[in-house]
């Protein structure tokens, strides 16, 4: 999805300078990766930039896109999302966490100040000091979840609820 134009405006406005001032020239290129990176919040990984900067530019080498969003990952200015695969990006650099859905990839936003206080117990032994906490929350999005009546996609089986019966007789059948 698109972002509002006054948020991406001011991304690449942040963008910009933070790679000026790391000593890094604005090409047009690299200027078009980052009004890419900034305009949606979609969280792409560094393949969807290319494509779509190269509708716009088609001289732009995969290379030029790849460290265009190393620097500004390194920058702290976009975050790199683990969904599975390929890296993905994400600008939004206020606070939130995400939904993978396990189905078609689709990486999305969840803001939720539970969430943000959440951190390990008091007691807990941990190996260093917690900076941050990221959740990460997997299933399947709404777009992909069948419709009432609907079958299932293909190779997948509704779940069994565990309880009374559902022992190894029935264990056996799901694996014929």
């Known amino acids: 999805m698109p972002v509002g134009r006054a948020e991406t405006e001011r991304r690449v406005e942040a963008f910009t300078g933070a790679l000026r001032a790391g000593g890094l020239r604005l090409t047009h290129q690299r ?44 920058l702290g200015l976009v975050g790199r999302v683990d969904a599975g ?17 396990t189905r078609c990839g689709r990486v999305r936003d969840v803001e939720d100040a539970a969430l943000d206080a959440w951190g ?33 996609i293909r190779g997948s089986r509704p779940r069994r609820a565990a309880g009374p019966g559902s022992g190894a007789s029935q264990r056996k059948e799901r694996h014929r």
Not at 91 to 101: D, G, I, Q, S
Not at 125 to 142: A, D, H, T, Y
Request: hydrophobic content about 35%; proline content about 10%.
């Open 31 to 74: 200027l078009e990766v980052v009004r890419e990176i900034a305009g949606t919040d979609e969280h792409p990984d560094a393949g969807a930039v290319h494509r779509a900067v190269r509708r716009r530019v088609p001289t732009i080498s995969p290379d030029t896109v790849y460290r265009t969003l190393g620097a500004l990952s390194a």
């Open 85 to 101: 695969g390929p890296a993905r990006y994400d600008a939004n650099t206020a606070r939130h966490h995400h939904f993978v859905c």
């Open 120 to 152: 390990p117990a008091p007691v807990s032994v941990l190996p260093g000091r917690v900076e941050s906490i990221e959740v990460q929350f997997k299933g399947v999005c709404r777009q992909c979840q069948p419709a009432a009546g609907a079958r299932p």
